[in-house]
């Protein structure tokens, strides 16, 4: 790993938001352990302030608690801040293509605000890596960085970094102050990325840190249908005749996994680790087993060919359906 701030960690890291019942029910107690296995391993734990309305950052406190002082692996926390959750704050209305608004803030006071309180939700004295989770657009992103790079200045915060934004942005971030990670959804399923955000990933040395690396699920062949209160039902790419298309698609990608002997999602990971030692997915999973799976992703190495054939198959824009935020 080439950036800094990520050597202590696998290039696959863990995304936590799963663990709070978006893809289905959650057990606490096998949350935490499931927590404190990946930590264990090495990886990298991803969260937001507002995933279960500070819930999951609860989560991996519990899981920090009881993690064996001999381990020799430090923890690595990534958060986010920026949606409001709390019925006392306000903020600016962002709309997302996913049915439902969002309220950002990204006022001085309020990133400080939102801070303190990880610190105190996670029971850390620093935050590793901490994202704004949305821009505000009411708010100059000067203002934003200039808050986060203070956190960093005071030692609450180790590295920043930004989520969900433009290539502009990155730059105009990153003149303020060194952006170490950019989290932008990136996979087979959806490869806008390498358009704009990864050229500006790349110019600045970040790395790229992709959610829903395995298309919410849809590149490990079990989706083939959706509950009505499946969070995923508001994804075009999952509704109606773009979803048929899309699994007719996948049938692909399946059959160059049967010939490797691994999963499709073992196949979609490894893709992305083929891509660059800068970029990190971050599936999520609600039991051990699947880290397990997925960490196994690191020792595939796919062929020149495999690449080319897999270029092929799912090209920007393949798989049918609008991009979200």
């Known amino acids: 790993m080439t950036n800094k701030v990520f050597q202590a960690v696998k290039q696959i890291g863990y995304g936590a938001m799963g ?64 949606i409001v959750f709390e019925e006392d704050q306000t903020g600016s209305q962002l709309d997302t293509g996913w049915g439902f608004p969002l309220t950002i803030n990204g006022t001085k006071e309020y990133v400080t605000r939102a801070i303190d309180q990880s610190l105190e939700r996670l029971g850390v004295d620093s935050i590793d890596l901490l994202y704004a989770h949305y821009l505000d657009p009411n708010t100059p992103l000067e203002e934003t960085i200039a808050a986060m790079a203070e956190a960093v200045k005071v030692g609450k915060v180790k590295a920043i970094g930004l989520s969900n934004v433009t290539a502009d942005e990155i730059l105009r971030a990153h003149a303020i102050h060194p952006i170490s990670a950019v989290q932008y959804e990136y996979s087979l399923f959806r490869r806008e990325a390498e358009s704009e955000i990864l050229p500006a990933i790349n110019q600045i040395g970040a790395a790229l840190v992709c959610w829903s690396p395995l298309g919410a699920g849809f590149l490990t062949g079990q989706v083939q249908e959706l509950d009505e209160n499946d969070f995923r039902n508001n994804n075009p790419k999952m509704q109606g005749e773009n979803f048929t298309s899309n699994l007719e698609r996948l049938e692909a990608i399946k059959a160059i996994a ?44 796919l062929s020149a060919e495999t690449l080319r054939q897999l270029d092929e198959i799912a090209p920007i824009g393949a798989f049918k359906g609008a991009t979200l935020v």
């Open 19 to 82: 663990l709070e019942g978006y893809y289905g029910a959650s057990d606490d107690t096998q949350a935490v352990q499931t927590l404190v296995y990946a930590i264990e391993q090495g990886m990298m734990i991803d969260t937001a302030d507002a995933y279960g309305a500070g819930h999951n950052e609860d989560l991996i406190k519990q899981a920090l608690q009881q993690i064996n002082p001999q381990n020799q692996q430090p923890a690595f926390i990534a958060t986010k801040f920026g």
């Open 258 to 301: 049967q010939e490797y002997a691994i999963t499709p999602a073992q196949l979609a990971l490894a893709w992305l680790v083929a891509q660059g030692d800068n970029i990190i997915p971050i599936p999520g999973s609600r039991k051990i087993s699947r880290i397990d799976e997925n960490l196994k992703a690191l020792d595939v190495k």
